[in-house]
């Protein structure tokens, strides 16, 4: 799925419109993303938020390793908005991270962040999200905590992930963003339990021995098995949802 999503968020970003010393914001995306620019565009500044240790500590090794000396390692919360300056970046990157973030006191928490990216975008900056995408929406539990998150109280199962779908993309992201919508793209997944959107390939072959023999195939297995479009309408299965916003 990475083999497509990465590619998806980028071929959305407006590289002709972005100033040579373009600023970016990475907001925990997959290190891949912000890396990637980093050795396209060598003259950005790209800034990568997380506040998950271990990420960081990945990010500089592998930065460190492809000699990208663009890319600065934050540790902190997206949800916090004196976090950075108004206006402080033209280009903001938010890849597979969104759907994690919990509900908190007051306000959902993934939409707190859709805000805070607006305020810290320059005028005429274009900010790029994915995030997991279903017909129905739906959240995902674990019983273990992850990314350094506390347990959940009272031994209740721990919030994972949530998948949006067309009423929630837009009432918790598009909308509190107040961010012009440029594009909508969907990618979705065919052949493979299209009447169940809980059943997925990508989480089969992960949790399989299998994805040490294929790894070298996923580019190919992605082109199969994963289907791009405009139209989520037209896809069997839709599965991560693209969305392209400016700050007019």
Not at 166 to 180: H, I, K, T, W, Y
Not at 207 to 219: I, K, N, Q
């Given at each position: 799925?990475?083999?497509?999503?990465?590619?998806?968020?980028?071929?959305?970003?407006?590289?002709?419109?972005?100033?040579?010393?373009?600023?970016?914001?990475?907001?925990?995306?997959?290190?891949?993303?912000?890396?990637?620019?980093?050795?396209l565009q060598p003259g950005w500044s790209i800034t990568y938020l997380n506040p998950f240790d271990p990420e960081l500590v990945q990010m500089r090794h592998w930065a460190d390793l492809l000699g990208v000396v663009s890319v600065q390692t934050?540790?902190?919360?997206?949800?916090?908005?004196?976090?950075?300056?108004?206006?402080?970046?033209?280009?903001?990157?938010?890849?597979?991270?969104?759907?994690?973030?919990?509900?908190?006191?007051?306000?959902?928490?993934?939409?707190?962040?859709?805000?805070?990216?607006?305020?810290?975008?320059?005028?005429?900056?274009?900010?790029?999200?994915?995030?997991?995408?279903?017909?129905?929406?739906?959240?995902?539990?674990?019983?273990?905590?992850?990314?350094?998150?506390?347990?959940?109280?009272?031994?209740?199962?721990?919030?994972?992930?949530?998948?949006?779908?067309?009423?929630?993309?837009?009432?918790?992201?598009?909308?509190?963003?107040?961010?012009?919508?440029?594009?909508?793209?969907?990618?979705?997944?065919?052949?493979?339990?299209?009447?169940?959107?809980?059943?997925?390939?990508?989480?089969?072959?992960?949790?399989?021995?299998?994805?040490?023999?294929?790894?070298?195939?996923?580019?190919?297995?992605?082109?199969?098995?994963?289907?791009?479009?405009?139209?989520?309408?037209?896809?069997?299965?839709?599965?991560?949802?693209?969305?392209?916003?400016?700050?007019?």
């Amino acid at each position: 799925m990475r083999t497509r999503e990465l590619p998806g968020v980028v071929n959305l970003v407006c590289f002709e419109s972005m100033p040579k010393s373009c600023r970016v914001l990475d907001i925990a995306s997959p290190q891949l993303l912000g890396l990637h620019l980093g050795l396209l565009q060598p003259g950005w500044s790209i800034t990568y938020l997380n506040p998950f240790d271990p990420e960081l500590v990945q990010m500089r090794h592998w930065a460190d390793l492809l000699g990208v000396v663009s890319v600065q390692t934050i540790a902190g919360d997206a949800r916090e908005p004196c976090r950075f300056a108004p206006g402080s970046f033209d280009l903001i990157l938010c890849s597979s991270v969104l759907e994690h973030i919990n509900d908190g006191p007051g306000a959902p928490g993934d939409a707190v962040v859709m805000r805070n990216m607006a305020g810290w975008l320059a005028q005429g900056g274009q900010a790029v999200i994915s995030v997991p995408y279903a017909r129905v929406g739906f959240e995902e539990f674990t019983a273990k905590p992850v990314y350094g998150a506390a347990s959940a109280p009272g031994g209740a199962p721990n919030f994972f992930q949530r998948f949006y779908d067309a009423g929630s993309l837009n009432s918790r992201l598009l909308e509190p963003s107040g961010l012009e919508v440029a594009k909508l793209t969907y990618l979705g997944e065919r052949f493979y339990h299209e009447d169940d959107p809980r059943r997925r390939l990508a989480v089969t072959l992960a949790r399989s021995r299998w994805r040490y023999v294929l790894g070298r195939l996923y580019p190919w297995l992605a082109c199969c098995f994963l289907e791009a479009s405009n139209d989520v309408c037209g896809l069997r299965k839709p599965y991560i949802a693209f969305a392209s916003l400016f700050k007019p």
